[in-house]
């Protein structure tokens, strides 16, 4: 403040001959002595601002703004193709699991009927074994009772014999044989 | 000037609401050529210095993901380009780094002026009316330009009756003229306006019983005065692109 009383002081005497050229007392902006001056340094401050702005600033700014925009496009369509990616890769992965599945069902289904055909298999053979089994059986049943029925016929016709011969009668061994087939067949 | 300050330090009160206008040669003297670096011109290239420091180096890591500066400058590059785009029209994209010219000057010029002790540029009728008259002489040599004769049916109101067209054309004409007036009064006047009341609130600030007063004042007036500051640059930079629209269309 003390200064630019000062100054104001030391401007007294060019001052007040300014204002007896016409300017507004108390306004420094109507002291038109001073408009030349402020005007040329205006262009240059206007002169300089625009070479630096439309050389340097504007482009540099638009260029980082347009590369931004550049990386956010970029960066969107990467994401919507891996998201794309990431679909492809889920169906896959539902398909494999499907044809795991079916694979299973089919495997299962194969060793099923695997089994059943070795069992078929094997019960037609214990079958058979069985069937052998009984029929060997029973021929030997029916070779046993021929043995007994000739046995029997024999010790009969032996019996009839001698009983024959103990009544003190007697008669051929034909006659005896005939006669106990006959009762036998009866 | 000299005899007011004289009879105010005699009342005791001090007022010098206007002595933070007076232009100085920085180099001492008293001699103020047009060529003389005064406290003016120093303002003046500090706000080129700040325009260079935001814009400039500010963006020197032309970073994707921005840092706090260089978002300030994007921001400051968008709202102007938005502007000139939505006010003046596509075809007046030409214009962009003459109207971001005006509004960083401007802008840098008021704030760098509520610095305390500084010097406000803004403030200072040489300044605006110099700004006003390169946008009304570009306004008036574009249109003549790009539109020849036409630019003329800027003042011939075609929608309105027949009748009422030669008066609207005086009333558009004289309009017209007054422009570079309203558009560089407007911003000095403001400017102006509420430094000086700063000021004087600041001048009562010497009596104690008021100074508490004063001082709440003075803070009340420095916050709408940081809007007025910015206010007034963006009021003078769209009132440039709807000049601009006008040079483009005049028809209305």
């Known amino acids: 403040m003390a200064t630019e009383t000062h100054g104001d002081g030391l401007a007294d005497a060019t001052g007040v001959a300014e204002h007896a050229a016409g300017s507004a007392p108390g306004m420094p902006q109507l002291d038109f002595s001073h408009w030349g001056n402020q005007i040329f340094w205006l262009l240059i401050a206007l002169v300089a601002i625009y070479l630096i702005l439309s050389r340097i600033a504007l482009p540099r700014i638009a260029s980082v703004l347009s590369e931004r925009q550049g990386t956010i496009t970029n960066d969107l369509a990467a994401a919507e193709e891996l998201k794309l990616k990431a679909e492809e890769a889920e169906a896959a992965y539902n398909q494999a699991l499907a044809d795991a599945r079916t694979e299973a069902q089919k495997i299962i289904a194969d060793t099923k009927a695997e089994i059943q055909a070795d069992l078929d298999a094997a019960t037609a053979k214990a079958d058979a074994e069985i069937a052998a089994r009984a029929a060997e059986s029973e021929k030997a049943i029916a070779e046993i009772r021929d043995n007994a029925l000739q046995s029997v016929t024999e010790v009969a016709k032996d019996t009839a014999a001698e009983i024959v011969s103990a009544l003190g009668q007697s008669a051929d061994a034909k006659t005896i044989a005939d006669a106990v087939s006959a009762r036998m067949k009866g | ?252």
């Open chain 2, 1 to 252: 000037m000299a005899t007011e300050t004289h009879g105010a330090e005699e009342g005791g009160l001090v007022f010098h609401p206007m002595d933070q206008f007076i232009v100085k040669p920085l180099m001492g003297g008293d001699k103020i050529a047009f060529y003389t670096p005064t406290n003016a011109a120093l303002w003046m290239a500090l706000a080129v210095l700040c325009v260079v420091l935001l814009l400039v180096l500010g963006t020197r890591g032309r970073a994707i993901i921005p840092s706090r500066v260089q978002s300030i400058a994007e921001l400051a590059y968008g709202f102007i380009y938005k502007m000139v785009e939505d006010v003046a029209g596509k075809d007046a994209m030409g214009f962009f780094p003459y109207v971001m010219t005006l509004f960083m000057f401007i802008v840098f010029a008021n704030f760098l002026g509520l610095i305390p002790m500084s010097f406000t540029a803004t403030a200072h009728f040489a300044v605006t009316v110099m700004l006003a008259l390169l946008v009304f002489v570009t306004v008036t040599v574009v249109g003549f330009v790009k539109n020849g004769a036409k630019f003329l049916e800027l003042f011939w109101v075609k929608s309105a009756p027949l009748a009422l067209r030669p008066i609207l054309a005086v009333i558009e004409l004289i309009s017209y003229f007054v422009r570079p007036v309203s558009h560089s009064i407007r911003l000095a006047g403001n400017v102006m306006a509420g430094h000086a009341v700063i000021k004087v609130f600041a001048g009562f600030a010497a009596v104690s019983l008021i100074s508490p007063v004063s001082i709440l004042a003075i803070t009340a007036m420095y916050g709408l005065e940081v809007l007025v500051a910015f206010i007034q640059a963006y009021v003078f930079t769209i009132l440039t692109c709807v000049y601009l629209k006008d040079a483009l269309h005049p028809s209305h």
